[in-house]
Structure formats: structure tokens, C-alpha cells
């Protein structure tokens, strides 16, 4: 028997055994871990499609709640008049400036400007 164990032949039947075992041990091991892999993959990719949905979700809110944003501060601009010609003083009045711009560059709307100017 102790001849057996140290035979050549005893060598590679314990040889090709372990390889055997090896292999059908690393081929389970192999399929466990990719069915975890794809699992774990399958929940972080449902993750991430709820989470872009909600990224969708608030990007169009933002639109809205910007939108909303520039029609009040139009709507809020709507009696004022901006004018690009007039340079910035330190010290003015606005007022004077204005009347005096429109008397001097728009004298065609000298009567309705004083009645506008009047009544600001």
C-alpha cells in the first residue's frame, strides 16, 4: 500500500483529483460572486433610475420656479422705463435728468411728458 501512495500513477489520480476539485470549487464560487455582482448591479442601476427620474423631476420645477421668478420682477417692472442714454452721476436727480433728456433729444413728446412727469 506504502508502495501505492508513492507511485507515480498515485501522484497523478491525486493530482487530477484535487485539479477537479479546484476547478468545480472555483466554478461555484465563480457563479456566486457574478450572481452577487448582477444583483448588487440591478438594484444601483434601479437606484440610479429613480434617482435620475427624480433629478428630471426637480430640473423641471426649477424651470417653473425660475420662470414664475422672471414674470414677477417683469411684472413688477412694468411701469418703469429704463433708459440707456443717460450716464450714471454720483450726485443727480433723477428727475431733473429725465426731463431734461426728453426736452432736449425728444422735444415731440413735450406735453405728454410733463403729464407723465407729473404724475409720477
Do not use: H
Not at 41 to 56: A, F, S
Not at 89 to 114: A, R
Amino acid at each position: 500500500m506504502e508502495a501505492f501512495f508513492k507511485s507515480e500513477a498515485f501522484r497523478k489520480i491525486l493530482s487530477t483529483a484535487v485539479n477537479v476539485a479546484v476547478e468545480t470549487a472555483i466554478k461555484c464560487f465563480k457563479n456566486e460572486f457574478v450572481e452577487l455582482i448582477d444583483s448588487r448591479i440591478n438594484v444601483l442601476e434601479d437606484m440610479n433610475k429613480c434617482l435620475q427620474e427624480d433629478l428630471n423631476k426637480l430640473n423641471r420645477r426649477l424651470d417653473e420656479v425660475q420662470n414664475k421668478a422672471n414674470d414677477n420682477e417683469q411684472y413688477s417692472r412694468r411701469n418703469n422705463l429704463q433708459i440707456y442714454s443717460i450716464t450714471e452721476k454720483q450726485i443727480e436727480n433723477c428727475y431733473d435728468e429725465v426731463t431734461k433728456f426728453c426736452k432736449e433729444e425728444l422735444p415731440f413728446l413735450k406735453l405728454g411728458l410733463m403729464q407723465i412727469l407729473t404724475a409720477i
